[in-house]
């Protein structure tokens, strides 16, 4: 019971979640930047391919 009381007045551990919740933010901010940059990407590598490819022809 000590040890419980113990951790619910530790301050620590509410600065650990505070950081891990703005690192979650962050890579989810991170991970939806990406996914739009590799649509992007993925766009211009077609334009590129297909512009190659009739270019041949």
């Known amino acids: 019971m000590n040890t419980l009381k113990r951790l619910i007045r530790d301050k620590n551990a509410a600065t650990a979640v ?3 919740l703005i690192a979650g ?3 989810l901010s991170l991970i939806l930047g ?3 940059l590799r649509d992007a990407l993925l766009s211009l590598f077609n334009l590129l391919t297909t512009t190659f490819l009739d270019s041949r022809n």
């Open 34 to 36: 990406l996914e739009q």
């Open 25 to 27: 933010l962050i890579c």
């Open 18 to 20: 505070e950081y891990g």
